[in-house]
C-alpha cells in the first residue's frame, strides 16, 4: 500500500498528515492512525483496492449540498445552488417569515442557479422545478452584547450549578439555585449568569458526572431540576413526607461536596414519586397536570429515542454491570429501529413517560430560572455551556449512529501542561456526515442549548475549525488534526443566535491556528481573555490592551480561583528538583507589579496567606479593560480557593463536586463580596 496514496487520500479528506508540535518540530501522522481515522469518514483505506475506491470518490466531487439539498449564506451576498439554471429565470422563494418573493436569477458560474442576496437572515426556501432547496442565510455576525447594551459595558458572574444550595436540593444544586443567584446579581448589576453545562448524563449511572462528558447535548440533566418550578408547593413536600425523604436530603445538603453516589439515588426518589403525584387522578385538576399531558403527547421523535435510551440503558445495566456501552448490549438493542426497542418501548411505555416528564419538569426549571433573570434586570441572563462532544457511549451515539465518529476520541496533542497530549473519551459529529444530512445535527444541538437562556458559550470552540481526534485505543501522541466546515458551521451559529437574540462566547484558550482569534472577532464571537494568560515575560498585558470584542475573567473553572493561587494551595512538591513555590513568589510579583503599574494597589505585595487585597485588585483590573463583558466566577467574588475541576485529574481530586457555603440567594450579600462586585458597576 502507497503511503504517499494513503497521506494524499487523508489530505482530500480534511486529515492534515502532518502537526507541529509544542518545540516547533513537525511530526508525521502514522499511517495506522490515518487508516483508523479515514475509516471513520466513511473512507476505508485498509488496502490498495479500499483506498482507490475512497480515493476516487472524493475526487469524483459528489456535491453533498445538492445531495442534502442544504446550503448556508449570508445576506448581502448572492447565492449559488448546485443545480443548472439559465441567468433570467424567475425562481420562487419562500422566506422564514412565511412571505412570498419571485426573484430573477443571474448568469452563474458553470451554469449554476444564481440568486440575488438575501436581505434578511433565516432558513428560506428556494422552489424549483427539481423539489425545494433551504437555503440558511445567516446575518453578517452573531448578536454581542454590546447589541443587547447599546454599546455600553456590562458584567456577569459565572457558577456550577451542582455547587448552590437551595431549599430542598438533597446535595445537589438545581435550577432554584441558579434563579434565586441570578436575582440577587441582577441587583448588584450583573447582566448574566454563566453556568456549568446542563447536558443529559446517565440516569442509571451516579458515577459519571461530569458535566462535559454529556449522553446528549439535545436534552438536560434532570439532577438540576426545579419542582416548584411546575409543580405545587404541596405536592413537592407531600412526597418528600410520604417518602420520608427529609432527614437523608438535610443530611446531604450539609455536606462540603456533592456526594453522587448517595445524593442521585434519593434525588431520583423524589422525581419518581413527583412523577406518581402529577398522574395520580387526584392531580387532574392541577394546570401542571394537563401541561404535562400535553408535552407526552407531543412528544418529538428525538426526545422519545433518548427516553427509550435512559430505560433500556438501566435494564441492560441491571443484567449485566459490563454493559455500560450500548456497544457491548445484546445484538437487537444495539439497533434503535430494531423491533426488539420498539417492543421493549411498548412494555416500558411508563418508564419512556417518566423519562419525557424529566425532561418536560428540567426544561421548564430553566426557563423559569431564565425568567428570573430577566425579569431581575439582566441583558442578557444565563449563558449556557455547550461541550464540544458528547460520550460515544450515550444516548445520541446510539439513537443517531450515523452521525457521530465512531472509534475515534476528541483530545488535544501535547503542549506544554501536557507532554503526552490528552484524550478526552467523547465523540463527535462526523463533518461528511454532517454535509449530507444538511447540517440538521448541528442545527438540533445549538437549538437545544439556546432554548431557554440568552447567550451560549462554546467549549473549545476551535473545534468548530479542526479537532485532534485520536483513535480508540491510541495514545493521544498518534492523533491527527481533522478539518471541519468552519465557514458553514459559524454562519449557522450566527443564524441561531440572531434568532434566539442570544450571544456566543467562544472557549479560545490554549494553541490556536495563527489568525482564528482575529476569524472569531469577525464572526461576533467573544473569547475568552483570563488574567493569568494574559502575561508575557516581562510582566501582564495592561488591562487598556486588552481585546474589547473578548470577554474578560479572573479565571475559569478549570483553574485555581485566584485567592487559592496567590496562597499555593494548587502547588505540589515537584519530581524534576525545581521549586514551585519559588516560581509561584516570582509570578505573584509579576502580578503585582502590574497592578501597581496599572495604578490599582500601592506598596508591598501581600503575604500568601493574605489574597484579599490581590482577588479585589484583580477584579479591578479586568474592570480596567476595554473588554465589553467581564465575567466573574463565583469562587473569585467569594475570595475563595476551591477549584471546580483540575484537568489532568480523575478521582485524583474532588472534581465537579464543590459546594459553596451558604444559600444560593444570601452568597452576595455579605459586605466584602458587595464592595468587589461594586468594581464592575454599580448596582441596580
Not at 539 to 567: C, K, Q
Amino acid at each position: 500500500m502507497s503511503d504517499e496514496m494513503l497521506r494524499q487520500l487523508a489530505a482530500k479528506a480534511g486529515i492534515a498528515p502532518q502537526w507541529t508540535d509544542q518545540a516547533g518540530d513537525v511530526r508525521d501522522v502514522a499511517p495506522d492512525s490515518l487508516r483508523a481515522i479515514l475509516a471513520a469518514l466513511g473512507l476505508p483505506a485498509d488496502g490498495d483496492s479500499a483506498l482507490r475506491n475512497s480515493l476516487s470518490m472524493l475526487e469524483s466531487g459528489v456535491n453533498a449540498t445538492a445531495t442534502s439539498r442544504f446550503t448556508t449564506a449570508r445576506i448581502g451576498q448572492p447565492v449559488s445552488l448546485p443545480m443548472s439554471a439559465a441567468g433570467g429565470t424567475r425562481v420562487e422563494i419562500t422566506l422564514e417569515s412565511g412571505a412570498q418573493r419571485v426573484v430573477t436569477s443571474a448568469d452563474g458560474y458553470d451554469g449554476a442557479l444564481t440568486l440575488p442576496a438575501f436581505d434578511e437572515p433565516g432558513y428560506h426556501v428556494v422552489r424549483t422545478a427539481d423539489g425545494d432547496f433551504t437555503v440558511a442565510t445567516a446575518p453578517g455576525r452573531c448578536i454581542t452584547f454590546a447589541d443587547l447594551n447599546a454599546g455600553s459595558p456590562g458584567w456577569g458572574l459565572a457558577a456550577q450549578i451542582y455547587s448552590l444550595r437551595s431549599r430542598d436540593d438533597g446535595g445537589i444544586g438545581n435550577f432554584a439555585g441558579v434563579a434565586e443567584l441570578g436575582r440577587k446579581a441582577a441587583a448588584r448589576g450583573a447582566d448574566a449568569l454563566a453556568i456549568s453545562p446542563v447536558h443529559a448524563l446517565y440516569g442509571a449511572e451516579p458515577g459519571h458526572f461530569s458535566p462535559y462528558s454529556p449522553s446528549t447535548r439535545l436534552f438536560f440533566n434532570p439532577l438540576h431540576a426545579d419542582p416548584n418550578a411546575a409543580l405545587p408547593e404541596a405536592m413537592l413536600q407531600a412526597v418528600i413526607t410520604k417518602a420520608g425523604l427529609a432527614e437523608r436530603m438535610a443530611a446531604l445538603s450539609a455536606l462540603p461536596q456533592v456526594d453522587w453516589l448517595a445524593a442521585t439515588p434519593l434525588r431520583q426518589t423524589l422525581l419518581r414519586g413527583l412523577f406518581a403525584a402529577l398522574r395520580d387522578p387526584a392531580a387532574a385538576a392541577e394546570p401542571a397536570h394537563a401541561e404535562f399531558e400535553r408535552a407526552l403527547a407531543d412528544a418529538s421523535p428525538l426526545l422519545k429515542a433518548h427516553a427509550v435510551f435512559e430505560a433500556l440503558h438501566a435494564a441492560q445495566l441491571r443484567d449485566d454491570p459490563n454493559a455500560w456501552s450500548w456497544r457491548n448490549w445484546q445484538a437487537p438493542y444495539r439497533d434503535p429501529d430494531s423491533p426488539e426497542v420498539a417492543a421493549f418501548a411498548v412494555g416500558h411505555a411508563d418508564e419512556v413517560a417518566y423519562q419525557i416528564f424529566l425532561q418536560w419538569l428540567t426544561g421548564r426549571s430553566y426557563g423559569e430560572a431564565q425568567r428570573a433573570c430577566h425579569e431581575a434586570g439582566m441583558k442578557v441572563g444565563l449563558i449556557a455551556d455547550l461541550a464540544i462532544g458528547m460520550d460515544g457511549s450515550g444516548s445520541h451515539a446510539w439513537s443517531r449512529q450515523h452521525e457521530v465518529l465512531g472509534g475515534l476520541s476528541v483530545g488535544a496533542p501535547p503542549d506544554y501542561y501536557s507532554a503526552e497530549g490528552q484524550s478526552w473519551g467523547l465523540t463527535t459529529f462526523s463533518p461528511r456526515g454532517l454535509a449530507a444530512s444538511g447540517f440538521a445535527p448541528f442545527i438540533e444541538t445549538l437549538r437545544a442549548s439556546l432554548r431557554y437562556v440568552g447567550g451560549i458559550r462554546i467549549d473549545h470552540v476551535m473545534g468548530m475549525s479542526r479537532l485532534w481526534l485520536v483513535p480508540e485505543g491510541a495514545s493521544a501522541l498518534d492523533g491527527a488534526y481533522v478539518t471541519f466546515p468552519s465557514e458553514t458551521l459559524f454562519r449557522l451559529i450566527a443564524l441561531e443566535s440572531w434568532r434566539h437574540k442570544a450571544i456566543v462566547i467562544g472557549e479560545d484558550l490554549g494553541t490556536l491556528p495563527d489568525g482564528f482569534r482575529d476569524y472569531l472577532r469577525g464572526q461576533g464571537v467573544a473569547g475568552l481573555r483570563v488574567l493569568r494568560f494574559e502575561k508575557t515575560d516581562d510582566g501582564y498585558i495592561p488591562p487598556e490592551h486588552w481585546d474589547p470584542a473578548a470577554a474578560a475573567l479572573t479565571t475559569t473553572h478549570d483553574l485555581i480561583p485566584t485567592a487559592g493561587w496567590w496562597a499555593g494551595a494548587d502547588l505540589e512538591p515537584s519530581d524534576d528538583g525545581t521549586d514551585p513555590e519559588g516560581a509561584r513568589a516570582w509570578d505573584r510579583g509579576l502580578l503585582w507589579g502590574s497592578f501597581q503599574n496599572a495604578g490599582l494597589v500601592e506598596g508591598e505585595r501581600p503575604a500568601p496567606s493574605d489574597p484579599a487585597p490581590v482577588v479585589d485588585a484583580a477584579i479591578r483590573y479586568i474592570a480596567r479593560t476595554p473588554c465589553t463583558l467581564k465575567l466573574l466566577s463565583i469562587e473569585d467574588a467569594l475570595a475563595i480557593e476551591t477549584q471546580p475541576n483540575v484537568p489532568g485529574t480523575t478521582t485524583e481530586k474532588p472534581n465537579w463536586r464543590h459546594r459553596l457555603d451558604g444559600e444560593a440567594g444570601a452568597l452576595l450579600d455579605d459586605d466584602a463580596v458587595r464592595h468587589r462586585l461594586a468594581h464592575l458597576g454599580p448596582p441596580r
